[in-house]
């Protein structure tokens, strides 16, 4: 018997990534998964591939009416919703420079990124008020909390993720249902090479482009290691499951460390001071 078995959840943009990462563990832990997303064909195999315990939901999580449907729909195939992952997100369109971007696409990535967390963070309390609580998890982003270049409407959504998770903790805490943030950063997924190597046609080169990216990423981490879905997943289990009953209103990142601070560099001068020990 898994962790979660007779828990119910639902993970928005579960068709791919680390939507699908999160999926796949919280099925192997034994709760009843919707896998919720835009993409039908993608998200009609995962469900297939994860086994009974879960079911595709076809999403634009830019809707109102379509998250309350979500919601509703956990509770009627599976009696109950427990814990709700707001992980569909885009980048956009990229524009290295600030007075470059036109903002052609706020609308959406602001409807997709902010306006369906916050109605998603509604619409599964709603739900979870009804069975004695839950645990709602936001994806953000390490970009939610310190600032970048290039992804302008991308980054103010991210941190506004991180705000809207606080207050809505404030609100829903009363119900037992607890909302918390991640904080990704770096994770191997489709996402930045369609932000950062869009320009480049997909192949060998932005194959090659995207390695040196990766490891120019791991030179600002204390880790100098990749991140996987899997450790995204880690965290969801634990900030949905029991064991994190007493939290809520958190931001975890899952970083490599990159928020902790600036790691110094290798070549930096402050390497060179020896310290007030060794000079003694
Ligand atoms: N990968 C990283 O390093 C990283 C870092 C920081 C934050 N994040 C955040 O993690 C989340 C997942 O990112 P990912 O890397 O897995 O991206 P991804 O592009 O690999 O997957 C995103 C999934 O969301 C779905 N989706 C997109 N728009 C949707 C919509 N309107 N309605 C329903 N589904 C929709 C897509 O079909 C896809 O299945 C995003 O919110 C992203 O901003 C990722």
Not at 137 to 142: Q, T, V
């Amino acid at each position: 018997m898994g962790e979660l078995s007779g828990k119910v959840a639902i993970v928005t943009g579960a068709a791919a990534g680390i939507g699908l990462g999160i999926a796949t563990r919280l099925c192997q832990e034994g709760a009843n998964v919707v896998i919720a997303d835009m993409n039908d064909l993608d998200g009609q195999k995962v469900a297939a591939d994860l086994g009974p315990g879960a079911v595709f939901y076809q999403i634009d999580v830019s809707d109102q009416a379509q998250l309350a449907a979500l919601c509703d729909f956990a509770k009627s195939e599976f009696g109950r919703l427990d814990i709700m992952v707001n992980n569909a997100g885009i980048g956009g369109q990229r524009h290295a420079h600030l007075l470059d971007d036109n903002f052609a696409d706020f609308n959406r990535v602001v409807g997709i990124n902010l306006f369906g967390v916050m109605v998603g963070t509604r619409e599964a309390a709603r739900v979870m008020k009804e069975n004695g609580g839950g645990s709602i998890i936001n994806i953000s982003s390490a970009g939610g909390v310190v600032a970048a270049a290039g992804n302008w409407t991308y980054h103010a959504t991210k941190s506004a993720v991180v705000f809207f998770s606080k207050c809505a903790a404030l609100d829903v805490g009363s119900f037992n249902v607890r909302v918390n943030c991640i904080a990704p950063c770096n994770i191997e997924t489709a996402i930045l090479a369609r932000s950062m190597a869009g320009h480049i046609p997909e192949g060998p080169e932005r194959d090659e482009y995207m390695v040196t990216l990766r490891k120019y990423i791991q030179t600002r981490q204390p880790l100098k290691m990749q991140g996987y879905v899997d450790d995204i997943a880690e965290a969801i289990l634990f900030l949905g499951s029991d064991r994190s009953r007493y939290i809520t209103g958190m931001l975890m990142p899952v970083d490599g460390g990159q928020l902790a601070g600036n790691v110094r560099p290798e070549n930096s001068p402050m390497g060179r001071n020896p310290g007030i020990n060794a000079a003694a």
